[in-house]
């Protein structure tokens, strides 16, 4: 056997095992350097491991899928569970003390079925499940009470979707540093590469930012492709403890990368004739596509698998059945805790438990071996040797020591995993030259995540609607807090690699930001708990005080007040960043750098306004949610009490900011134009309000030509796109409404006849120049035609004077009496330029472009309602020539459909602006006969999506029904109170 190759040793424990999904599992051993490494299939076993006649090898799992449910076999969870619970005593599973006693509890209730104290406190005293359990105790108990009826089948699932939303979910840190010197961590998962900082994730090269992974010597060496990397190095570099150490790093990413990412296994590289040159390492097992393709079609014969609680076996050894022996245990291991960061240790506080002595048998190789085979996976487990293997000597992971390695190259990634899906507006840095917002089609061949098989659906969800608005609320927590991300993390990891902020903006900046950042982690974490107690309680039918969100809410929309003061001074942040941006000219290049970031999908001042605007969104759930829960009914009654009063509370907050978000709002759209328009500056001035954008078409010598019109409270701009190829618009014309003249909304007979009429036409009459324009509906006239009359109104009567915007360049000239007064030559504007005017790359995706290709328009009223016009979650597309459906996270906000590949990805794949859109419901003659369906349709352009629920269907078409008509809304919303 040691001289046999590791395939043949893997092979014998998967058929021992009867496990079928083998390829999630490995087995370890230490080496020279009690570092833990992976066997290796294709390499000999005597070269891999020491003594190997003696040695002992430890099967753990290697690859932690994002979803549980893409687990098929039950034997499998069950081994994922016991590999969580050793995690979760060694503290490498970092999570709070709520979240431990919860996992603990359904651990518990897999080992000795339904809560009875006083065997519960029997088995916690011989088991130990959490570090210093007797302060969690009486948690657990209570946790557990809840559990009745559940089986150990459903504990196992439940312990794997808890698990995987904490952030230490499958990460083993491999201890390294930075070009500077600075300590960090390294670790692989599903996603991609992970770089941590004290246990707090700094940064994230998911697999579709990497061109290659390569090692020499003792650096890790990334390298990015172009249009990630930007204006920085194209290849980042990590050292780690050694060449060993980082070799082996480099070899855990590459299987992690073929694992997940690819459809087939890569072929073995040819041998060289002659010499050879880098390592020949490749990942030798089928892919997670490839093992669940096997797994569906049959590929290994199934033995019914069953197990029992520990009552049950009481019972049946009391009747003196002869029941089998578990003959695999697994061994004892090196601890090594993780030692919490100041950011992580209100999750992680307890301190790691004594190593509990083997006392099982160990699975060796070679003559070490058990005696006995393994029992076949239907037959029952008794208690105590169930509980051996979970506590005494469970499955583990390696202690991750760092891994070093020596100048190799990774495989390339097949051209299928680096393309991501390109949508209406692919996310990347700029969209040059045309806009392709006309046009858009989410690619049918997407990658990974694309087939034809639909998510595996629960046995049974809630039905009431308080838990789908409760759903509703994490699913949205969750993109407002990947949003706050951008900042705290992204944003900051920038600045600080380029020391372009003063110290004080700094300071000021993230002061206020972290702490915001914080809360809502924390508040996520409650939400995601108490809804996973909900399914669960549904699931066993049982009611208890778990079916219900208003206690978390109250504490919580209480806690915010005391974070009042750092969302009134969000508007002094936004304020100085502009001016520090316009004074700093490596701080502007920056921030224009950043923006062109795929993780930065909207401009950065639009993430500064998210707590604020979160605030109105509680504001607008806790509403649906009081008037979904009824006040009478007994199991109801306090809830509704607890959201009532968070009701109030959040109202008094966001009553108390509601000026200061009305004006963030409106400065954070003045400088986003400020950067938009080429040709005016001082754009940014007190009392100046954006009341409407959007395209209309001027009549000039050269009949209608398309503008870009912009309604301020003192002016009314008039721009073209800009034609030296950037996404800029050029100022063609400013005409002030001091002397303006209101429109007559019925425009008289002999207006309609004259020489330039045109359908939907209206003319301006200001005081030295008259236009004539035309819109593109009869609706877009109207709202136009309401909106500059009463701005005209407002500035005859306004007693606050706006300081002039100053055009750079001279205004055409001509006769006051003629229609148009411009030359509307592309080419006779030229050399005008802004104050942050150029050339480069812009995101065309901001309202104004996408008004432009639309030939629409957004009112401030518009912007307003849209903050709480915001909504995430799963939807299924329809792929365009199939029957297939392609599960996506989407995210809207701003407008637009932002789609991701899972709500934790970091920058989304695709998007698809609003504006101009029709939602319905499909016809007979589209052939989709599937519920919750609705279809999307922009002239020749359709998309049909799918809702997971009726409540999520009826969601999302109104969020979108109010997108697609929210321009017909005139003038300023009341203020709610």
Not at 898 to 919: I, N, R
Not at 944 to 952: G, H, L
């Amino acid at each position: 056997m040691p001289k046999c190759d590791g395939q043949a040793l893997l092979t014998q424990v998967w058929e021992r095992l009867n496990l079928i999904e083998c390829d999630y599992f490995g087995l370890e051993s230490q080496n020279a350097q009690s570092c833990w490494i992976w066997l290796e299939p294709m390499k000999p076993i005597i070269r891999q491991v020491r003594r190997p006649k003696n040695a002992v090898l430890r099967l753990a799992v290697k690859f932690f899928p994002p979803d549980p449910g893409q687990l098929q076999e039950e034997y499998t969870r069950y081994l994922f569970a016991l590999q969580l619970k050793r995690d979760l005593l060694e503290e490498r599973l970092t999570c709070t003390d709520t979240t431990a006693a919860l996992l603990a509890s359904h651990l518990l209730q897999a080992e000795v079925g339904d809560y009875d104290e006083a065997l519960d406190r029997e088995h916690l005293r011989a088991h130990e499940y959490v570090p210093q359990q007797e302060r969690a105790l009486h948690r657990i108990l209570a946790f557990h009470r809840e559990l009745a009826g559940q089986t150990p089948a459903e504990s196992d699932f439940q312990v794997l979707e808890i698990a995987r939303k904490l952030d230490m979910y499958g990460i083993r840190f491999h201890s390294a540093s930075d070009r500077e010197g600075a300590k960090i961590k390294l670790a692989v998962s599903h996603t991609g590469v992970l770089v941590f900082q004290s246990s707090t994730r700094i940064n994230t090269f998911n697999w579709s930012r990497l061109r290659k992974l390569s090692f020499k010597r003792k650096r890790f060496l990334i390298k990015l492709h172009p249009e990630v990397h930007g204006p920085y190095q194209d290849t980042l570099e990590f050292v780690l403890g050694s060449r060993d150490e980082c070799k082996n790093f480099w070899k855990i990413c590459v299987e992690h990368h073929t694992f997940f990412r690819l459809l087939d296994q890569p072929k073995p590289k040819a041998k060289a004739v002659l010499f050879s040159r880098g390592s020949s390492f490749r990942y030798s097992g089928r892919t997670q596509k490839q093992l669940a393709d096997y797994v569906k079609d049959g590929g290994m014969k199934r033995v019914p698998y069953e197990r029992r609680h520990s009552k049950t076996q009481m019972s049946l050894r009391a009747l003196k059945v002869d029941l089998p022996r578990q003959s695999i245990a697994f061994s004892e291991g090196v601890r090594t805790p993780v030692t919490p960061s100041p950011t992580t240790a209100s999750f992680c506080s307890a301190p790691a438990s004594p190593s509990v002595p083997p006392g099982s048998r160990d699975f060796q190789v070679g003559s070490g071996s058990s005696e006995t085979g393994p029992p076949a996976p239907g037959a029952w487990r008794p208690a105590a040797e169930r509980s051996s293997m979970a506590t005494a000597q469970p499955l583990r992971l390696p202690a991750l020591q760092p891994h070093q390695g020596l100048s190799v190259e990774s495989p390339q990634p097949s051209p299928s995993t680096q393309r991501s899906p390109p949508g209406l507006s692919p996310q990347g840095p700029a969209v040059q030259g045309p806009n392709p917002l006309l046009g858009p089609v989410l690619s049918d061949a997407a990658g990974a995540g694309m087939d034809d098989r639909e998510e595996p659906k629960r046995k049974c969800v809630p039905t009431d609607e308080a838990y789908f608005i409760a759903k509703e609320i994490l699913a949205t927590e969750r993109t407002y807090l990947k949003d706050l991300e951008v900042i705290t993390v992204w944003f900051r990891s920038a600045v600080v690699k380029a020391d372009s902020m003063p110290a004080d903006l700094m300071t000021l900046l993230f002061s206020n930001i972290d702490p915001i950042y914080e809360f809502h982690r924390g508040f996520l974490r409650e939400v995601e708990q108490r809804l996973a107690l909900w399914e669960e309680s549904s699931s066993t039918q049982a009611t208890g005080s778990h079916q219900r969100i208003g206690d978390i809410l109250l504490r919580n929309m209480l806690q915010l007040k005391a974070l009042t003061g750092h969302f009134q001074r969000l508007h002094e942040v936004l304020t100085e960043l502009e001016a520090a941006s316009r004074r700093l000219r490596r701080l502007e290049a920056l921030r224009r750098d950043f923006e062109l970031q795929k993780v930065c999908y909207l401009p950065l001042n639009a993430f500064l306004l998210k707590p604020l605007q979160r605030l109105r969104h509680y504001r607008l759930l806790l509403r649906r949610l009081c008037a979904s829960v009824p006040g009478h009914p007994d199991p109801h009654g306090q809830d509704h009490a607890d959201l009532r009063d968070a009701l109030q509370a959040i109202t008094e907050v966001t009553s108390m900011l509601q000026h200061s978000l009305v004006q963030l709002e409106n400065l954070q759209k003045l400088t986003e134009l400020q950067r938009d328009l080429v040709g005016i500056e001082s754009l940014v001035a007190p009392g100046r309000e954006l009341i409407r954008e959007g395209c209309l078409h001027k009549l000039s010598r050269k009949g209608l030509q398309q503008r870009m019109f912009f309604l301020f409270s003192d002016m009314l701009l008039y721009t073209s796109r800009d034609a030296g190829g950037s996404s800029h618009f050029r100022i063609r014309g400013l005409l002030p409404l001091r002397g303006m003249l209101l429109i007559v909304l019925d425009p008289p007979v002999e207006d309609q006849e004259s020489e330039w009429s045109v359908p939907h036409c209206f003319t301006i009459y200001a005081a030295q120049k008259t236009i004539v324009v035309a819109a593109s509906t009869r609706l877009e006239k109207a709202k136009w035609l309401h909106d500059l009359n009463a701005a005209i109104n407002a500035a005859k009567t306004g007693s606050a004077l706006v300081p002039p915007a100053r055009v750079l360049c001279p205004l055409p000239r001509g006769s006051p009496n003629e229609a148009s007064l411009e030359p509307e030559s592309e080419d006779e504007a030229g050399g005008a330029r802004g104050s942050v005017a150029g050339t480069g790359r812009h995101r065309a995706s901001t309202t104004a472009h996408v008004c432009w290709c639309r030939q629409s328009s957004v009112s401030r009223a518009d912007h307003s309602a849209a903050v709480e016009n915001q909504l995430s979650g799963y939807l299924l597309r329809k792929f365009k020539n199939s029957s297939g459906w392609q599960k996506l996270w989407v995210v809207f906000t701003n407008f637009c459909l932002f789609f991701y590949k899972t709500h934790q990805d970091d920058h989304p794949l695709a998007s698809l602006p609003l504006l101009g859109y029709s939602v319905s419901l499909p016809r007979d003659t589209d052939g989709i006969h599937k519920e919750h369906v609705f279809k999307l349709q922009f002239k020749s352009h359709v998309y049909f999506f799918r809702a997971e629920s009726k409540y999520m269907f009826r969601r999302w078409m109104e969020v979108i029904e109010k997108a697609s008509a929210s321009a017909g809304r005139a003038g300023t919303p009341e203020e709610e109170a």
